[in-house]
């Protein structure tokens, strides 16, 4: 960092002591011209120092195209030998053609900078096949861990992509002070260490960044646009902002709620009474695979195991929600009417003789 700061200070310092010598300025004095010298440095340094954080094919592709540009302004000035060089219009149009078209290109250049990635240009000389389909992987979904599942099952075609930012976020969640962020950091760090080692599984750690945009959503945005790929994710608002942006999304909730079996309203389902609900008298269950069922008249058995009829289910983006009603086994008993033919075997209390003979 030293020697860093001391070529700064000698640039600023023979800048300085050229526009002294030279004086670009004005001849009235030297201290317009110095002045002059050390912003003049001093802005070529800010921007030396925004440059060190640009990627290097962002900057490779601005020089490229301010050359590309200044070329073309070189043309198609001289193409115009034919002008009236002494118009002060002809000179303003050579002006703003020298200066117009080496800054598109330099614009374009820095814009377009992804497409000298090495993979990128091997892509552009490549036969002409089947294109690689990228599935982009965001932190929720490597946390969440179902992803290892559906790979090992292969269902996940395509190469898995890892964006560097997402690693990044991984790093500093396992780093937390916080316990039960380091313990959700540390298991997608080992969720992905599981998925790098299956077989079939391809898996690929991209450096693409995008240093002018801050929040990790809308840099895997921009990434599944760069890659034309889709975005693998259980977080409901990257889903629709992503949507939004055009980018193709696959949810893993939508897949495990396409994948919950069907429950019809009327028929039966043993379920065990977890805690209370929200509602007057109600009770809340759970499936196996996380579905909430909400039963009435269930409050009081907290802790058991009932049959409960569904009453209805209701279906959200968040996932599916089952209603049902507690099935008293000795109401019902009681309250089933005989069936024809069939003699009523209940005992009835037998009315004392004497009460029998007064009636």
């Known amino acids: 960092m030293a020697w860093f700061i001391l070529a700064r200070a000698v640039f600023v310092a023979a800048v300085g002591y050229s526009a002294y010598q030279l004086q670009p300025v004005s001849s009235g004095g030297p201290v317009p011209d110095v002045l002059f010298g050390l912003v003049l440095a001093g802005l070529i340094v800010v921007l030396e120092v925004r440059l060190k954080t640009a990627p290097v094919t962002h900057v490779l592709g601005a020089l490229i195209g301010g050359s590309i540009g200044l ?7 001289d193409s115009l030998y034919w002008a009236n060089l002494g118009n002060d219009r002809v000179v303003f149009l050579h002006s703003l053609i020298l200066l117009a078209l080496p800054y598109l290109g330099l614009v374009m250049g820095a814009r377009k900078g992804e497409w000298l990635e090495p993979a990128t240009l091997i892509g552009l000389f490549r036969n002409a096949g089947p294109s690689r389909r990228y599935k982009i992987l965001d932190t929720s979904v490597i946390i969440d861990g179902r992803i290892a599942d559906i790979c090992e099952t292969g269902f996940m075609d395509g190469t898995l992509v890892i964006p560097q930012f997402v690693l990044k976020e991984l790093q500093l969640v396992a780093d937390s002070s916080d316990s039960m962020k380091r313990n959700r950091g540390r298991r997608g760090l080992d969720i992905l260490q599981k998925i790098q080692k299956m077989s079939g599984v391809e898996v690929m750690v991209s450096d693409m960044d995008f240093p002018d945009v801050r929040e990790v959503d809308l840099k895997l945005i921009e990434l599944g646009r760069a890659l034309q790929g889709k975005i693998v994710t ?3 608002n990257l889903n629709k902002v992503a949507q939004l942006r055009g980018v193709d999304v696959l949810n893993i909730n939508e ?15 043993k379920v065990f009474i977890l805690k209370e609900g929200k509602e007057y008298n109600q009770g809340v269950a759970y499936l196996d695979d996380g579905t909430m069922v909400v039963v009435d008249n269930a409050r009081k058995l907290i802790g058991k195991t009932i049959d409960v009829v569904v009453t209805s289910v209701l279906q959200t983006t968040a996932g599916k929600m089952i209603f049902g009603r507690f099935i008293d086994a000795a109401a019902v008993g009681q309250a089933a009417p005989q069936p024809p033919g069939v003699a009523d075997t209940r005992v009835r209390p037998q009315m004392p003789p004497a009460a029998a003979a007064g009636k």
């Open 71 to 77: 070329g073309a302004a070189k043309v198609l000035g």
């Open 234 to 236: 259980n977080d409901f």
């Open 255 to 269: 897949l495990a709620n396409a994948l919950k079996p069907v429950v019809l309203p009327g028929e039966l389902m």
